[in-house]
């Protein structure tokens, strides 16, 4: 699907779409610093028209493994044309309550990078290897 450009998103109804069957993909956060994370893509904001539909930004929602560490709540809406955002839920020690962390990304396709396998066996996934 296209990135939306001006016009389309000036001129045409922004709709949140939920995922499709076999349409999540999964998205590699890699850090200097933090492990390595698998988000899959969920629902993404569409613009356009039904029989040309662009699209803003897909949301992504952490995959729990074995190298996630426990209590980590994380999500990211990645842009199709832009910066994409990590957000984290942290707990924060010297009050009760929790805050939101957030960064800027940036995001490129890379074929090459390895998938944890246990990734394709959630719902809506699609194997594209």
């Known amino acids: 699907m296209a990135p939306c450009n001006i016009r389309q998103r000036a001129e045409t109804p922004r709709v949140v779409a939920p995922r499709s069957p076999g349409a999540r993909r999964p998205v590699l956060v890699r850090d200097p610093v933090e492990p390595l994370r698998v988000l899959l893509t969920d629902t993404a904001v569409l613009y356009?028209?039904?029989?040309?539909?662009?699209?803003?930004?897909?949301?992504?929602?952490?995959?729990?493994?074995?190298?996630?560490?426990?209590?980590?709540?994380?999500?990211?809406?990645?842009?199709?044309?832009?910066?994409?955002?990590?957000?984290?839920?942290?707990?924060d020690a010297a009050r009760r309550d929790a805050r939101v962390e957030y960064r800027a990304m940036t995001c490129r396709p890379d074929p090459n990078a390895e998938v944890p396998p246990e990734v394709y066996d959630l719902p809506d996934t699609h194997d594209s290897g």
């Open 48 to 91: 356009g028209t039904p029989e040309a539909p662009c699209v803003e930004y897909f949301d992504a929602e952490l995959v729990k493994t074995a190298a996630t560490p426990g209590g980590t709540r994380e999500r990211a809406l990645l842009g199709a044309q832009g910066i994409s955002w990590l957000f984290r839920i942290a707990q």
